[in-house]
Structure formats: C-alpha cells, structure tokens
C-alpha cells in the first residue's frame, strides 16, 4: 500500500524561521493533506493539495506538490513557538477505496522562543 | 457547537478485560475510523465504517472489535486477545463522496494503558 513517509523526523528551528518538511509517497494519487498533532491531541487538517494543483497557501503554510517526484513539501513561514508540533502528511488509499488515509510517521517540530 | 468527542481520556486497565472507547460525532458524516497510535509512530487503521451497519477491518484489527448502530457513534471495544493494548488511540469521521476528498476530523484521542 502506499504511504507518505515525511523527512526528517524531527526538526528544531528558533522562532521566526522558517520549517520545511517534505513527504514522499509510492504510488499516484489524487491528493495529498497535511495535518498538525499537538501533543497528547487529536490531529487537525491543515490544507490539502489536489494532483492537479503545484502549490497552495493557507496563512503562513505553503504546500508543494510534484507528481514527477512524487513529493510535497510543507513550508511553515515565520514560525511561533505555538507551531510546536507533528506534522503529517496523508495520501487516500491506493486499494480504490476513497475512504481510507494512510498517514506517514510524521516530522516533530520544535519552535524554541 | 460540531465535533467529534472521544471518552474518557485515559483508561487503565487489567490485563484479560475488555474495555470500550467512545466515540460520537454530531457532523453528519457518513464514515468514521478508528486509528491507534504508539508512541514517536504515525496512525495505523484498526477499523472504519463507510455507513450505518457496516464496517471493515483496517490494517491492525486484531484483538479488537467495533460496531455501527447509529451514525453518530462508532465504539471501539479492545479485548483480551489484543496482545499489546497500550496505546493512544484515536476517532475521526469524514464525509466521502462525489467531489469529496475525505479530509478527516479527528477528536481528542484517548490513551489506554493495561496494567
């Protein structure tokens, strides 16, 4: 099955820079989503991208997709301490099923103030 | 105000009982899922339902068990024959269709721990 597996693992930056995390994934899709855990929290949905599309925006997110690649990028612009979180990347399921994410390991960013 | 709620939050638990996670949503999604989560990992699919009385097995359904009576609500029971039951485990709805791209809501998980 495929999956998005997000480099790195983990990632330390000081406030006001900027985060990059990327995902790769094995099989074509027809979206890819982004989505943030805070710790000992449920996930939340940040943007999702559609195959068609190479970048998207939401505030200070900035989402890349290269089909060619098959990778995506999450950019975090101008980072807050409050962005200390994991981030996941998501694809649907490749067994024709709509319904089913499989997520990625996920990267742990660190903001330090 | 919607959502999705999971309870309790933490669950302790003796080692040969069962045990049932709530969950409920008042989203009006058609399908809902359980995941679990270990620690540093992402989510593994235990089950998920596409629509009332209905619902398949995920990746790791062993030793657990669901049921679909009413769209709202999706309860996971974890049994004794789940080898290794500590985890943090966590519910989301969607709602699929033409058009749709099943992005998730998840509620606020609850972490389980056997004794």
């Known amino acids: 099955s495929q999956q998005g597996e997000e480099d790195p693992q983990a990632l330390s930056i000081q406030e006001g820079e900027n985060a990059t995390m990327n995902c790769s994934y094995k099989?074509?899709?027809?979206?890819l989503q982004w989505y943030r855990q805070n710790s000992g929290r449920g996930l939340v949905h940040l943007i999702l991208i559609r195959s068609n599309e190479r970048e998207k925006h939401s505030g200070r997110l900035r989402v890349t997709l290269d089909t060619s690649k098959k990778s995506s990028s999450l950019l975090i612009t101008a980072s807050r301490a409050a962005d200390t979180a994991s981030y996941f990347c998501?694809?649907?399921?490749?067994?024709?099923?709509?319904?089913?994410?499989?997520f990625g390991k996920g990267t742990l960013l660190t903001v330090n103030p | 105000d919607g959502g999705i709620t999971q309870s309790p939050k933490y669950l302790f638990r003796k080692e040969g009982q069962n045990v049932t996670l709530s969950c409920e949503q008042n989203l009006n999604h058609d399908a809902m899922y359980w995941y679990r989560q270990d620690p540093g990992q992402g989510l593994r699919l235990i089950y998920y339902?596409?629509?009332?009385?209905?619902?398949q097995k995920g990746d790791i359904a062993e030793g657990y068990s669901v049921s679909r009576e009413k769209k709202e609500s999706f309860p996971l029971t974890v049994t004794s024959a789940q080898k290794n039951p500590t985890a943090f485990y966590l519910c989301a709805s969607s709602t699929p269709g033409p058009g749709a791209h099943n992005e998730q809501f998840f509620g606020p998980g609850t972490r389980l721990t056997v004794l």
């Open positions: 339902s596409q629509i009332v009385n209905d619902f």
């Open positions: 099989t074509s899709i027809n979206n």
């Open positions: 998501a694809t649907p399921n490749s067994g024709g099923s709509n319904y089913k994410l499989t």
